[in-house]
């Protein structure tokens, strides 16, 4: 399930403990945030750090988007997150080419955005998306006017008006996910605490990983401490920093690579995103061998959105592909082609089976909690996090 060829993002100050492996989807999307924590962007809601583009921008005063063809799709996403049988059949179906654009970070596609590039359908994770609304860059999306909208909010009520975009009116969740531990079994046993203190477990001192992203790490300290996921306070970072220094000593590196760690021996246990260890199953010899649980103390959650750009040429062929992809057989063979699960009512049956050997990958409505998303901070939180995550990595 490995299929994306990007190289990974240049090493860290410790490149003692940044391992260069091949990158999952997932390691794209999260190298982008790490690449954020090392650059000091600090964006806020406010500023949002984007370029106006015009009158037009003000997505709210735009006229409903009409559901047609009219023209080719313009398609930026992460590379190999939609099955290409499926992006083909929507080619063949309504007669138009999909022209393909990958990004490998979210501040790679925002400067390509800025830069004048004009997308038809884009890919932001929650933060993002958040972002993006709120510097009016985005269309608003008629949820009336598409037939499949409801399999959504219909049957996941929090994306009806999700924290990050009031009333979804501009976007719809592509993926959900969580992040937890996984682990060998065959090197620690078959039974973890069900604690993020399993992290510190003697049995894996030195073949630990966590993954290379400033919000993911600072998070978990941060659940295990009892702290909001997304604190800037200072002295909660100052916690959040002693308690990670303290498991420093045991790691074996800083990587996103979660399943190839875990499949080639490099770990016995590593920080983990569900949908990962959903795609290290089909290539496992012997699942069994492994591991994968959910904190108790909580687990990050995230999703990817829909979203067509404010200056998209084509925005009815974006609203035909969005409809299209909801379908549910569009559904099920995205599901299996990427590993993670999609918010979508009736879906849930073919993601059970896929993580059948790992009940914790999966995500349900209970899961989706405003408290557990990493959210956008004020440009001197941002800054605080930032500081927060150089001294972690740097020892």
């Avoid at 391992?19 to 962007?41: E, F, K, N, Q």
């Avoid at 063809?69 to 992006?87: E, I, K, M, S, T």
């Avoid at 199953?281 to 979203?307: H, M, R, T, W």
Wanted: hydrophobic residues 35%.
């Amino acid at each position: 399930m490995e299929r994306t060829p990007m190289s990974p993002e240049a090493p860290s100050s410790q490149p003692q403990l940044t391992v260069p492996t091949p990158l999952s989807r997932r390691s794209l999307l999260r190298a982008g945030a790490a690449t954020a924590a090392g650059l000091g962007l600090g964006l806020t809601t406010a500023g949002c750090g984007f370029l106006s583009s015009g009158p037009t921008a003000d997505s709210d005063s735009q006229e409903s988007i009409d559901v047609k063809v009219d023209g080719d799709l313009v398609y930026f996403n992460w590379a190999d997150f939609v099955d290409p049988a499926v992006l083909a059949g929507f080619e063949g179906e309504y007669g138009v080419k999909v022209i393909q654009s990958n990004f490998d970070s979210m501040e790679g596609m925002v400067a390509k955005l800025n830069a004048g590039n004009r997308y038809d359908i884009i890919f932001p994770t929650a933060k993002w998306a958040q972002r993006l609304a709120a510097g009016n860059r985005l269309h608003r999306i008629d949820h009336g006017k598409l037939k499949n909208a409801e399999s959504i909010l219909g049957q996941y009520a929090y994306f009806a008006d999700p924290w990050y975009d009031s009333d979804s009116r501009h976007t719809l969740p592509f993926t959900m996910y969580k992040t937890g531990i996984g682990w060998r079994k065959d090197k620690i046993g078959d039974d973890l605490g069900g604690s993020w203190d399993d992290l510190w477990n003697a049995r894996a001192k030195g073949r630990v990983f966590v993954l290379d992203d400033r919000d993911e790490v600072l998070g978990f300290a941060a659940l295990k401490l009892g702290l909001d996921v997304s604190t800037t306070d200072v002295d909660d970072l100052g916690r959040i920093t002693e308690t990670l220094l303290s498991l420093r000593p045991r790691l074996r590196g800083f990587s996103s690579d979660s399943y190839n760690n875990l499949l080639n021996g490099n770990a016995a246990m590593t920080q983990a995103w569900s949908g990962d260890m959903a795609a290290m199953l089909s290539q496992a010899k012997d699942p069994s061998v492994f591991g994968f649980e959910i904190a108790k103390e909580g687990a990050p959650v995230n999703s990817d959105c829909y979203a067509i750009p404010s200056n998209a040429r084509h925005p009815g062929t974006a609203m035909l592909f969005i409809d299209y992809m909801l379908r549910p057989e569009n559904v099920k063979k995205n599901i299996e082609y990427l590993g993670y699960p999609m918010p979508v009512g009736g879906s849930e049956d073919t993601y059970a089976a896929l993580v059948e050997p790992f009940p914790e990958c999966l995500v349900s409505a209970e899961d989706l909690k405003d408290d557990l998303y990493f959210r956008n901070g004020t440009t001197k939180g941002e800054q605080a996090r930032d500081s927060a995550w150089t001294r972690v990595k740097a020892g």
